[in-house]
């Protein structure tokens, strides 16, 4: 199994309970001290391997060298988690870094495509395979703030619905499973506290995260989801009850989407 973004939040969790069952695990990041504390702790709870592969995913050469290396070390994949990401906390029109803009959707959208890419092949084609990008109901409604984060998360969207039809097709009831898992905001995680900013005057805005689904929470829901290969996972059921009326009552969804982003995130 390989897991991005395994040195905090998400990743390191889902590392964690995948160790309790023993698995075998790659665990990829930009932090080694962050992540070599996270290998240590998953062989101390099952993880009959645990190996670490130091990488920043919106950088080629590295993405190349590391995957190269987890493949020659572990051979085949079983289970692929795409988890590596950030978001964004500013209006559009506050941006002044581009180049932040191009950081973010290499590392949200165009990152995971390339590790599967790399992976691909190592992963055998079978029906228990897994597949797992970790996305946001970002990428499935546009919420204020995050423009640049919704722009990624919507693109892995369309990667996944594509991908998972060119299984079916080429590998039938063999195809390897692909889950799209859609979370809400999570708490624990860096990705609420470590927002890009963008280049804005301003600091990023932040979610109150009192009351919210944990990360421990989140990653028990996710490995059931794992475990079933089901298409999609996690967003609340009031945004599937929003989807179908975007294309009915666009205006009163958007008021509505405003009207909970400002109750529910405060900038100094």
């Known amino acids: 199994m390989l897991i991005t973004g395994a040195s905090s939040g998400i990743g390191a969790e889902l590392a964690r309970n995948f160790a309790k069952?023993?698995?075998?695990?790659?665990?990829v990041a930009r932090s080694?001290?962050?992540l070599e504390a996270v290998a240590a702790e998953c062989l101390k709870l099952g993880s009959s391997r645990a190996e670490v592969f130091n990488c920043d995913i919106t950088d080629n050469a590295q993405t190349n060298t590391a995957m190269k290396a987890a493949v020659a070390s572990f051979g085949r994949f079983d289970v692929v988690i795409l988890?590596?990401?950030r978001s964004q906390?500013?209006?559009f029109d506050e941006i002044k870094d581009v180049e932040q803009i191009d950081y973010m959707l290499e590392l949200n959208a165009n990152g995971p495509i390339k590790i599967l890419h790399h992976l691909l092949p190592s992963v055998p084609k079978a029906s228990s395979s897994r597949i797992v990008l970790i996305s946001s109901i970002s990428g499935l409604i546009g919420v204020p703030y995050r423009t640049i984060y919704c722009s990624?998360?919507?693109?892995?969207?369309?990667?996944?619905?594509a991908l998972r039809i060119e299984f079916n097709d080429r590998y039938g009831d063999a195809a390897p499973r692909v889950t799209l898992i859609n979370f809400p905001e999570v708490g624990g995680t860096k990705l609420n506290s470590n927002r890009m900013n963008m280049g804005a005057e301003r600091p990023p805005a932040q979610f109150d995260t009192s009351g919210i689904l944990s990360v421990e929470e989140a990653c028990v829901g996710a490995m059931t989801a794992v475990a079933g290969g089901v298409r999609e996972w996690g967003h609340p059921a009031k945004i599937s009850v929003l989807l179908p009326l975007y294309r009915?009552?666009?205006s009163i969804i958007d008021n509505i989407?405003?009207?909970?982003?400002?109750k529910t995130h405060y900038r100094s």
């Open 152 to 161: 990624s998360k919507f693109a892995l969207s369309g990667f996944v619905n």
């Open 257 to 262: 989407i405003l009207k909970t982003v400002k």
């Open 83 to 85: 988890n590596a990401g």
């Open 32 to 34: 080694v001290k962050e």
């Open 21 to 27: 069952e023993g698995a075998k695990l790659a665990l």
């Open 248 to 250: 009915l009552i666009p």
């Open 89 to 91: 906390g500013c209006y």
